[in-house]
């Protein structure tokens, strides 16, 4: 099935819950629509969209928006060791998450309550607990527009790295994400030693994937605010590496800074800088820097796309002036 739509309000297709408008939005359930829908509206810009949780739509859109309802989910092959599972591009990614959970296949549970579908977690290489979805991913499937035909790309292929991959430069509006292929372990080691994530769980003797869930989630609860509730994206921002050598300055002046040690350099949360730098807590309009997480911006009930980019914009300045440090946005602004 196919629905088309004209003029049509994103508001609830972010979850900043912004007001903007698509002069398309077309929704369908089988890939293989993608052939006619792609020629269809070959002479405008075409924007493929999960929940847009990781979007903040600064103007109207001129264009099509795209989002996939197929939600297929399908084992391709199972051992004694592991299992590969293949999910469409428009399943619910937590759906995901709780139905590997269950069945006790380990690899996904420390990406637990991360909203968004399959296709975007692929897209975007989402990660959090000291976990990143391209540690379980095998395969992905898209449809190449100009090609007009599907193509199977390994891990490898997909180029990941830190919130990055091939979809987000090569292939940015080039390809459309149809299906994910995920290997998860039976037997798998449990991640626990990022954040808070084993102090959660210092009472219980065995933790389960189940436990790591429940724990994940209850500590991005207190944490991070319920998008149903209060607008936000998440985490606005991404953590910064920076050099050994520009960390071990930085150590000199703040000898308690949070860190973690990469092989490309040293990773320091951007929610400390942001903390440290005085922005907590700081609103533009009706944007503000949530008072439980400094990395996240919320719209508090009034704010608008350019509260939430001014902001931004201030926050990376101050970070900057403070610590020579700049601060990226994990959020795509269109």
């Known amino acids: 099935m196919i629905r ?9 297709w972010n979850t900043f819950h912004l007001e903007a408008k698509a002069r398309y939005f077309v929704e369908y359930n089988q890939t293989d629509d993608l052939r006619q829908l792609t020629e269809q509206y070959a002479n405008l810009p075409i924007l493929h969209i999960g929940r847009g949780s990781n979007l903040l739509f600064v103007h109207d859109f001129e264009g099509v928006v795209f989002h996939s309802a197929y939600k297929a989910l399908t084992i391709l092959d199972e051992t004694d060791d592991y299992v590969i599972l293949k999910a469409g591009s428009g399943m619910i990614f937590d759906d995901l998450v ?14 637990s309550y991360i909203p968004g579908e ?6 975007q290489n989402i990660g959090a607990y000291g976990v990143e979805v391209k540690d379980v991913i095998q395969e ?8 007009s035909q599907f193509i199977t790309l390994t891990k490898e292929q997909c180029r990941y790295g830190y919130r990055d991959s091939i979809f987000k430069n090569e292939l940015k509006n080039a390809c459309i994400v149809t299906d994910v292929v995920f290997r998860l372990s039976k037997h798998g080691e449990l991640q626990l030693d ?8 210092q009472y219980i003797a065995n933790p389960t994937i189940s436990d790591v869930r429940k724990a994940i989630i209850g500590i991005r609860r207190q944490k991070l605010p319920e998008v149903d509730e209060l607008g936000s994206a998440g985490s606005f921002f991404k953590n910064p590496v920076v050099s050994r050598e520009q960390f071990l300055q930085l150590q000199q002046v703040y000898p308690d800074v949070p860190h973690f040690i990469l092989n490309d350099g040293v990773k320091v949360p951007a929610a400390w800088l942001i903390s440290q730098s005085g922005m907590k807590c700081k609103s533009i309009g009706g944007a503000q820097v949530f008072e439980k997480q400094p990395l996240v911006i919320v719209n508090t009930g009034s704010a608008t796309a350019q509260d939430i980019v001014a902001l931004a914009n201030e926050i990376q300045e101050a970070v900057k002036s403070q610590f020579g440090i700049s601060i990226y946005p994990e959020v795509n602004y269109i």
């Open 194 to 201: 990022y954040g808070n994530v084993r102090q959660s769980l």
């Open 4 to 12: 088309i739509e004209n003029n049509y309000s994103l508001k609830k």
């Open 140 to 147: 992905v499937v898209v449809y190449n527009i100009a090609k």
């Open 98 to 111: 709780s139905y590997a959970v269950n069945h006790n296949w380990a690899g996904l549970e420390n990406l």
């Open 118 to 123: 399959v296709g975007a977690s692929a897209v």
